[in-house]
């Protein structure tokens, strides 16, 4: 059998994103990167090979939009947004990967980091950590934070975003409707996902490819 003849090998497509096969390379966290916020060659390697090694579309690991501690804690008691925790030399990623196989695609996983917040206070059923509830300012901030990021990454030559709503992280606690007691289920799409999706596009048009995975 020829190896076109599988369907994995054909082209694919999330939105409006063209993929040369249905090989995904899932999201990984890069943590020797994000610790120093500096791209570094080892990573550049590592992507060079998966670019070459023919997976159509690639994740990268979470690259935190917005981090605060909680009270007390000596480190960064402020909240960082995504400017302080950008990546330097980020768009070298991006070409390695286009340069070593222009039809690989790379994504950018973006998620909110390190958060003793959440949007409720009913305990989350993946911490046993206190947390206390957002106020609606924050939520904003983070939103924006999050817009904020999307235009960077796609300063950076990235051709798409994931938003990273997974397993305990706070976007995936609004999506849960016995953890969003203040606002309705309706009301909080539309201040965390739905509601950045739609300031991204007032602000910059619709542009990027939206798919839901
Ligand atoms: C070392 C490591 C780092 C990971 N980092 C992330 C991450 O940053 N974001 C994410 O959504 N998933 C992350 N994952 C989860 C993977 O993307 C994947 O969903 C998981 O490993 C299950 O796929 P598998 O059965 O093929 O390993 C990570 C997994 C591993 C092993």
Request: glycine residues 10%; contains cysteine.
């Amino acid at each position: 059998m020829r190896r076109d003849s599988y369907r994995i090998f054909s082209e694919g497509r999330i939105g409006n994103l063209v993929l040369s096969n249905r090989l995904v390379r899932s999201a990984t966290w890069d943590p020797s990167i994000l610790g120093i916020r500096k791209m570094t060659d080892e990573v550049l390697n590592l992507y060079r090979e998966l670019a070459v090694g023919g997976v159509g579309l690639i994740i990268t690991g979470g690259f935190p939009v917005y981090e605060s501690r909680p009270p007390g804690e000596e480190v960064g008691q402020a909240a960082k947004t995504f400017d302080d925790l950008y990546v330097d030399g980020i768009e070298r990623l991006t070409d390695v990967v286009h340069r070593s196989r222009p039809g690989c695609r790379i994504v950018a996983q973006l998620e909110t980091g390190y958060l003793n917040a959440r949007p409720s206070t009913i305990p989350s059923p993946f911490s046993d950590a206190e947390s206390r509830p957002l106020s609606i300012a924050e939520i904003h901030s983070i939103m924006d934070c999050f817009v904020h990021a999307i235009v960077r990454m796609r300063e950076s030559g990235f051709d798409g975003v994931q938003l990273h709503g997974a397993h305990g992280g706070l976007l995936s606690c609004f999506l849960s409707p016995t953890r969003t007691v203040v606002l309705t289920s309706t009301a909080a799409r539309r201040r965390t996902g739905s509601g950045s999706c739609a300031r991204l596009s007032h602000r910059h048009g619709k542009k990027w490819a939206t798919g839901r995975s």
